[in-house]
């Protein structure tokens, strides 16, 4: 097929996934089987189908909305599930050819034994168990031959559609399609370097080191490449396979609170974090650790914004819906229609709603990714950092649930967040931030008593002078021009008023209805002025109220 015709079958495909798919999605109930598991053959399992057929970049896809339940009815997510490490697996023949062209090396020279069965496939590579030529055993990662190609085509076609429903439909203006689908580019082109993703395991797990429950395995540098990653081998088991009885050998809520404490720190503290822990990214270790696997996703965050999601969090979790709201104010884009008293008082409403059901049954990361909703709603843009941060916790709540259902994550957030606070304080009192702000007093103490000089000069010789920049003095001017001006009417038609009463006992010829013609003339005059005044006043007033309805 010619490079022309294959945009326009992409088109087409992308359109029948989304007609097939789209009334069955709106249904929550649509497929599922009596125990709330889609059946072989519904509609959930079959997208999952669909997606896999289509290509790398849509189960990529797939795999972030398994981890979005409140996007997807509950089969969806399920069916969805299996995309994470269950997809068809390439042929041990290209694994061979990959790694022996990466490596520079026949597989057999570097590698004692390399099983042929992979024991995972994803969307963008497959996994496979190893023993290095010094017995130590390891797992390696190779990339799916022509993928970084067949993704960027992909996302040729993604580009124009998304193109077309920012220009053409209101979801599209009001979340900005385009923006989110390349933030979803970046992050698939980081996770094909797998060179980026062994810095990545290396940074991760140096910052984790403290937490003595929470392991990353590191990778092997020389056996490194773009599309070739070696790592330590986890023996464990996947944490959704982690049984009633098999709990009971492990220290869940200890482990649970060193997993939201780490995650906590590495998005608010280190500003690197593992922004993929889904539960096929996560393993319980044989010696009882949690094991975090596939950092190709990774989100950063930087000092300004690690001081406003710590804030947004904290508001959130003790109820604070206004300063909540001021916080995500501050750190967002503005749109075009952007209403900021709606947003408050609809926030105020989502949270205490929130409250009213009791701090242990709500889902911050939930909460969170409905405040980002509602926010573009009323036309403000949040960073996708802070996306990032709800999905993460709302991915951490799930998995809190299957370790130990009766683990609080909101009170484990609260509780870690106001920790962080302190090690924010103390790692901003360090060394070089210290000499940065003596030298910034030295400056402030040398070039004092000069300015103070230079301000008593002035004012010894008269020359002193304040300025004051007021943006809004004009319309302060113009009211007080208006009442001054119905202030001047007023005292006019009441001298009229007045004059007309006293000409009253002044009798002449000149008459009008019986009364003295010169007094009747400053009656009609005032009535004339006053009612002038009145209609002026009534409608400048009805006007304010429309412009503010």
């Known amino acids: 097929m010619s490079s ?48 896999e057929a289509m290509g790398p970049a849509y189960v990529k896809l797939g795999q972030i909305l398994s981890s979005r339940p409140d996007l997807l009815p509950a089969p969806y997510p399920q069916a969805l599930a299996r995309l994470q490490d269950d997809v068809k697996p390439f042929a041990f023949e290209q694994v061979r050819a990959i790694v022996e062209e990466e490596l520079g090396v026949r597989l057999s020279k570097a590698f004692s034994t390399f099983d042929a069965q992979p024991m995972a496939a994803a969307s963008l590579g497959q996994v496979h168990l190893a023993t290095l030529r010094d017995g130590t055993e390891v797992v390696v990662k190779v990339q799916r031959p022509g993928v ?10 993604l580009t124009r559609i998304a193109e077309f429903l920012d220009a053409h439909t209101e979801v599209g203006r009001r979340h900005r399609i385009r923006r989110a689908l390349e933030e979803f580019r970046t992050s698939i082109q980081e996770e094909l370097d797998y060179e980026r993703e062994a810095e990545n395991l290396v940074a991760v797990g140096r910052n984790l080191a403290r937490f003595d429950r929470l392991w990353v395995p590191q990778p092997v540098p020389d056996y ?13 088991t996947k944490i959704t396979k982690v049984t009633g009885f098999s709990r009971l050998d492990i220290d869940s809520t ?11 720190q590495q998005i608010l503290v280190d500003g690197l974090f593992h922004a993929d ?12 650790r949690l094991a975090l696997l596939d ?42 229609a952007d209403d900021a008293q709606q947003f408050r008082r609809r926030m105020g409403t989502l949270v205490a709603a929130q409250q009213g059901r009791g701090l242990e049954h709500v889902s911050i990361g939930r909460t969170l990714l409905d405040i980002t909703a509602l926010a573009a709603d009323c036309g403000f843009f949040v960073p996708s950092e802070l996306t990032l941060l709800a999905k993460t916790l709302l991915q951490l709540d799930e998995i809190g649930r299957n370790l130990d259902p009766a683990f609080d994550p909101n009170a484990a957030v609260r509780r870690h967040a106001a920790r962080l606070t302190t090690t924010r304080l103390e790692r901003e009192a360090n060394e070089a931030s210290l000499l940065t702000a003596a030298m910034e007093f030295k400056n402030f103490a040398t070039g004092l008593p000069q300015r103070v000089n230079r301000v008593l000069d002035a004012a010894a010789n008269r020359e002193l002078e304040l300025k004051v920049r007021a943006p809004d ?51 009609m005059a005032a009535a004339t002025g006053g009612i002038v005044l009145l209609v002026n006043i009534w409608l400048q007033d009805r006007g304010k109220r429309k412009t503010r309805g």
Not at 254 to 264: N, P
Not at 277 to 288: E, K, M
């Open 473 to 523: 003095v004009g319309d302060v001017l113009e009211g007080m021009q208006k009442i001054a001006n119905r202030v001047t009417t007023g005292l006019i038609v009441a001298a009229l008023i007045i004059g007309a009463a006293l000409l009253m006992r002044v009798d002449t010829e000149f008459r009008l209805l019986g009364y003295p013609g010169l007094a009747i003339l400053c009656f």
């Open 148 to 157: 970084a190609r067949q993704v960027a085509e992909e996302f040729q076609v």
């Open 224 to 236: 490194c490449t773009r599309r070739v990653l070696t790592m330590q081998r986890v023996r464990g």
């Open 4 to 51: 022309t015709e294959t945009p326009l079958r992409r088109w087409k495909q992308v359109a029948g996934l989304l007609w097939k798919h789209g009334r069955a999605v709106r249904d929550a109930t649509a497929g599922s089987g009596t125990d709330g598991r889609p059946r072989a053959g519904t509609s959930a399992e079959q997208l999952a189908d669909d997606l």
């Open 277 to 288: 822990p889904h539960a096929g990214n996560l393993f319980i270790t044989d010696d009882h």
């Open 295 to 336: 950092l190709g996703m990774v989100g950063r965050t930087g000092a300004d914004m690690q001081e406003h999601l710590l804030k947004i969090l904290i508001a959130v979790s003790h109820g604070r819906a206004e300063e909540a709201a001021d916080n995500l104010i501050a750190m967002s884009e503005r749109g075009e």
């Open 254 to 264: 200890a482990l649970l609170e060193q997993l939201f404490h780490g995650y906590l």
